[in-house]
């Protein structure tokens, strides 16, 4: 029978991590990147209670900075989400790379 | 002078007593040389406003008539001072002003005082101040002529200012004063041969004269610089001592062996200085501007170019005497018998009444320079002063001629003249006897010859030259004790020549002892004169009363030749003051006042041991027992020159153009003046301009295309660093660092594309390497990675 380690853990993590930058990084779609944004965070949470698991001995530490994570993701969502309607407002899109007005 | 000693009234213009007062004949001297300056500049500032007479009296007064009555005053004192013998302590105590110094040698400024100092003054302030007197009338009706400008006062300004430099040049001690002198009345000559200046002839007769004198000049700068060189000093009396002293050791001047024509360097200077007199006394090669300068209105060509600006040559030779060598005697003696003989003959054939005049002028200088050259001091110098008078007071009778046949001036066209103009005809008849030396001779009355003018004086130069070729033996006599410099014996043992320095004539001690060895070493050795000199001086003295006695006759004898000018011969009174004047003149200076003065001079300014002066004249019965015939060659000459002249000319031409056309060649070599002016105006004139040419060649072609190929150099340079270095360089460079700036901030803001997921893949990319860097280093400095690995709790 496979031993499910803190490795496999911080494995998934990872694996997430990377599909959330990969999706930040090639999603035209505003909101798209907010999807990546999401997976990005979530991984870390994911991250913090496998280390509460197996490294903190009976402590709850990393469940309640799991649950702080969340919080924050939820903040942050509604935050960009607003970001976005307001790009949507001025340019009558949510393609980010219309968003160009700032370039060098 | 002694009855002056009892007078108590002091003069209104005398107060500081002029009889004691220090220097006073210097100071009324320089007074007197003042006056025509002060003259001068008023009529110049003020002459248009004075208008015709006042103008012309001003300067009369002003500008001779002051200088004039200073003159004799002086002379007066003078001659008192000669008489008791004080003159010569009066002379060594002369007012001297140390006015400058160049380099170490200090200029002296002074008046110099001595008897010809006195006699000069005096016969050129009363010859100039009857010819201004002459000018009042004749000028006011010949100076309107003159285009635009001004004239009666410009007249009498240029006179004033002439009579300024004569008696400058009179009275200078000081060479380098008499040379600005000299030039000043060079410029004179000028302005008033060119005061009819919109003649064409007029005005170049002025720059001929002008410039023939500077050509003589040349010469005199040569000398004048020799003796600033050598003798270290420019005032006569000084410079004078200096060359006896140099000759009598050897030093300075007689040290150097440098020779030019076999001419040392002392003879050199003393031929220097005798070229400013040809220049300005119109001597043989330079004597062109003479006759040209008849130009000029007729008080000017009795003033200055017959009596008084042509005399400063002779002035001048006279003055400089004691710097010179006998070989410098030679060439002067030379010059002025070439001068004599050659003039006399162009003379013969001239149909200018004035130019035959100055054509005399010309052979009388020569007979003065000529005399000079002879060593006859005194007679040279009384030439000069008897000279004046009569030539002045002849040209002022021509000038009459001239006006009153309404300005005719051709002899040809006169004769008979004598009923219509009686005064003139007897005053040029007296003159033309004193210039052929008429006179009574070998008959004495109680010390006394009767004669005139040139009876005395031309006749002196003649007797002292017959001596220097014929009886110079310049052998040491033993009965003498050896003594050099006493000239020679005749046969009677009674010396005919002595020393100027000896008056007494028996001393020759003395004389020898105050000339010490040297100067008279060198002139023991001078040759005598060469024969034909001499005899072509005789030969002349028969040739000037000829074409005297010609002009006279042509003029004022005979038959009228052209009625016209018959009809409208006139005299105007006016005029009959100054000819009686200077008739007057004429007589007086030959018995009177002017030898004398002149042989009181004599010892003082004639230390050379060779200045020879006869006993009184040639006259003396001693010598008139030795050299009967002589006396009569001289003395009869005149009737001979006179008889020829009317024998051929008593009946009108008819005989003169026989003999014109028999002797055809040398007619017209003499009526060309031996074609002397066509010759310069080859050498001299286009030679210059031919030197000109090159000239103009060299600048256009060599120095101009250094100059052009200079300019087109930089042009080409210009546009290189303009075009090239500053286009394609400078801003090469600047503009490579800004392209480069721009290129680098391109490459800068390449990664600022503005689109959201490059600027992830930036972040996310660059934190991956960062954590595999830290990782990387962290597991190397903590053992590795399988170690940490290992360390992972599970």
């Not at chain 1, 965070?41 to 009976?58: E, H, K, M, P």
């Amino acid at each position: 029978m496979l031993t499910i380690g803190l490795t496999h853990y911080l494995v998934v993590a990872a694996v997430l991590f990377c599909a959330g930058v990969f999706v930040m990084m090639t999603k035209r779609n505003a909101i798209g990147i907010l999807i990546g944004v999401e997976l990005v965070l979530n991984s870390t949470g994911v991250n913090l209670i496998a280390f509460d698991r197996y490294v903190g001995q009976g402590r709850v530490d990393g469940q309640i900075m799991a649950l702080f994570v969340i919080v924050l993701a939820a903040a942050e969502a509604a935050l960009a989400v607003g970001i976005c309607i307001n790009v949507y407002k001025n340019l009558a899109t949510v393609d980010v790379d219309s968003a160009r007005d700032l370039r060098g | 002078m002694v009855g002056r000693a009892h007078v108590t009234r002091t003069k209104w213009w005398a107060v500081p007593t002029l009889r004691n007062m220090n220097h006073q004949y210097e100071i009324l001297l320089a007074l007197g040389v003042l006056s025509p300056m002060i003259s001068f500049w008023v009529l110049v500032l003020f002459g248009p406003k004075m208008g015709k007479p006042l103008a012309g009296w001003f300067g009369v007064i002003m500008g001779m008539g002051v200088p004039l009555a200073l003159a004799t005053y002086v002379l007066v004192g003078w001659c008192g001072h000669v008489q008791s013998g004080t003159a010569a302590a009066l002379t060594a105590d002369a007012f001297r002003l140390n006015w400058a110094t160049i380099g170490t040698i200090p200029i002296t400024v002074g008046v110099k005082l001595d008897s010809l100092t006195v006699a000069m003054y005096f016969m050129v302030t009363f010859i100039a101040f009857w010819i201004f007197f002459f000018s009042v009338g004749y000028m006011s009706g010949h100076s309107d002529e003159v285009a635009g400008q001004s004239k009666y006062h410009r007249f009498f300004a240029y006179l004033s200012l002439f009579g300024f430099s004569m008696l400058g040049l009179v009275i200078s001690s000081n060479l380098l004063f008499l040379f600005i002198f000299w030039e000043l009345v060079g410029l004179c000559s000028y302005l008033l041969i060119g005061f009819y200046f919109d003649k064409l002839f007029a005005s170049t007769a002025a720059i001929k004269a002008f410039v023939t004198n500077r050509v003589g000049d040349f010469g005199f700068l040569i000398g004048l610089m020799l003796v600033y060189f050598q003798l270290g000093t420019l005032d006569l009396d000084e410079a004078a001592t200096r060359f006896a002293e140099q000759a009598s050791m050897g030093t300075g001047i007689f040290a150097s062996h440098f020779t030019m024509f076999g001419w040392s360097l002392a003879t050199i200077m003393g031929v220097g200085l005798f070229c400013g007199a040809m220049g300005k006394s119109a001597q043989f090669p330079l004597h062109v501007w003479l006759p040209d300068a008849m130009a000029g209105p007729t008080p000017v060509s009795a003033l200055i170019h017959a009596a008084t600006m042509v005399a400063a040559g002779v002035y001048l030779v006279a003055r400089v005497f004691r710097l010179m060598t006998p070989e410098a005697l030679m060439f002067i003696a030379m010059i002025g018998c070439l001068t004599l003989t050659l003039m006399a003959l162009v003379a013969v054939v001239q149909v200018d009444i004035k130019k035959c005049l100055a054509y005399s002028t010309l052979s009388q200088l020569g007979y003065m320079i000529f005399g000079m050259g002879c060593g006859a001091w005194i007679a040279a110098l009384f030439h000069l002063i008897t000279h004046a008078f009569f030539k002045a007071m002849l040209f002022l009778c021509s000038g009459q001629v001239i006006e009153g046949c309404h300005h005719e001036q051709d002899m040809r066209k006169m004769g008979g003249l004598r009923k219509k103009m009686p005064f003139t005809c007897w005053t040029f008849f007296v003159g033309v006897l004193a210039i052929s030396g008429a006179g009574v001779a070998g008959l004495e009355v109680a010390h006394t010859k009767f004669g005139l003018g040139g009876f005395f004086s031309k006749d002196e130069i003649l007797a002292v030259a017959y001596a220097r070729a014929f009886e110079w033996d310049y052998e040491k006599h033993q009965d003498h004790g050896g003594h050099n410099g006493h000239a020679s014996l005749d046969h009677t043992g009674v010396p005919i020549v002595r020393l100027a320095s000896d008056p007494t004539g028996d001393d020759a001690h003395a004389a020898s002892a105050t000339h010490g060895g040297g100067m008279a070493a060198i002139f023991e050795n001078t040759p005598p004169l060469p024969k034909w000199m001499f005899w072509l001086a005789l030969i002349t003295a028969y040739v000037t009363p000829f074409y005297m006695m010609r002009a006279w006759w042509l003029t004022f004898m005979g038959k009228p030749r052209d009625q016209h000018v018959h009809d409208h011969a006139h005299e105007s009174p006016l005029m009959y003051v100054p000819l009686v004047v200077l008739a007057m003149g004429t007589f007086i200076s030959s018995y009177f006042l002017f030898r004398p003065l002149i042989a009181d001079a004599a010892p003082a300014a004639t230390t050379a041991a060779l200045v020879l002066a006869t006993d009184g004249n040639l006259h003396t019965p001693a010598i008139s027992a030795a050299h009967h015939w002589l006396v009569f060659g001289v003395g009869c000459a005149f009737i001979v020159g006179f008889a020829i002249a009317i024998g051929i000319y008593s009946r009108g031409l008819g005989v003169a153009e026989r003999i014109k056309r028999t002797a055809g060649p040398i007619h017209t070599l003499l009526e060309h003046k031996y074609y002397f002016d066509e010759f310069y105006g080859l050498v001299c004139v286009k030679g210059c301009l031919v030197v000109a040419k090159i000239c103009r060649f060299v600048d256009t072609w060599i120095i101009d295309l250094v100059v052009n190929i200079a300019a087109s150099a930089t042009e080409r340079f210009a546009a290189f660093s303009g075009l090239i270095i500053d286009n394609h360089g400078v801003d090469g460079v600047v503009n490579g660092v800004a392209k480069t700036s721009m290129d680098f901030a391109g490459v800068v803001r390449a990664p600022q594309t503005g689109r959201i997921r490059h600027y992830v893949l930036f972040a996310a990319g660059v934190a991956a390497i960062v954590l595999l860097v830290v990782v990387w280093v962290g597991l190397e400095s903590t053992g590795g990675a399988t170690a940490t690995v290992s360390a992972i709790p599970q």
